[in-house]
């Protein structure tokens, strides 16, 4: 049985770092086990410029512990009124690496995403143009689409005809978590790739709703039939170049998810190579763990790999029930649970 694994260190290609206490008490968790982060722009305000998306990196760097390397990678998020010329500046002067789209109201703090796909056409042609990587929330938005459709819909109402429409633009097709979704990115051209999160891979929709409703396995885009868990599982162990790690942990107070209208958002940072990692070993994939950690993300966003190495040993970690942040308790995923490996530093 191995009892090791050394990889090169690995990156995170979407989290949400937060802002003010939060990210104080949460950036450590994705620094000590990721080299780089594809940061995510949706605070209030939003991240919409070059200007807001250089003191949001100072801030993130002055939360950092002192001795802990780590580097974001800011994103800015598009809106309806997005500048072209602001991003196009923001990208070269090496703020940002890629620009997010979220369909207004499709998530947390969406509220300024965009309402209409088709006038964003001039925006999506700069980045095109100008190499910058284009990062998909993917799901329609419309009251009369079923919450477990809207990633296939989205698929078919928007994602086809930007896909089409700019044949050399890199898209990451965030958060998978459909067996269409799958299918999609795999027939598609080298320029669409798509990151997988732990949850999606452990859990299906009765996480939230056997037993109780629990608000803790509660994310956007909510977990499908298991069905898309083995698709998404079968995707992620694959080796395929395309499908790499991003966990999505997006931290919510204990308060915020146990509410009458919880937040969507599973806090998974703390223990994700731990998570990943057993469903690798679960698969019987160790061998392919390195490539979807640590290869393919930035082989896709054309950066260096890490040359520092980390390694996990089956030592196992008995996740805690809670966590303290914001001055408040926080649920990590897994809570409670054993999971059998531990990244030792
Ligand atoms: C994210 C958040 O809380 O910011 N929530 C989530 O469920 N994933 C937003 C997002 O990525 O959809
Ligand atoms: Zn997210």
Redo the contacts with the bound molecule.
Sequence with gaps: MVETITIRRPDDW?V?L?DGDMLRDCVAYTARQFARAIV?P?LTPPVIDTQSAIAYRDRIMAAVPAGMAFTPLMTCYLTDNTDADDLARGKAQGVFTAAKL?PAN?????AHGVTDMARLDPVFARMQSDGIILCI?GEVTEGEIDIFDREAEFIERHLRGIVSRFPELKIVF??ITTSDAVEFVEAAGDNVAATI?PQHLHINRNAMLVGGMQPHA????VAKREAHRLALRKAAVSGSTKFFLGT?S???TREAKESACG????FNAPYALESYLAVFEEEGALDKFEGFASLHGPAFYGLPVNQERITLTRNGVDVPQMLQAAGSDIVPFHAGQRLDWTLTL
């Design positions: 979407h949400h937060r995510m949706n979220y499709a998530t947390t703090n969406s929330h965030e958060h999160t509660y994310c956007l885009p999505d997006a931290p919510h937040c969507a958002g599973i």
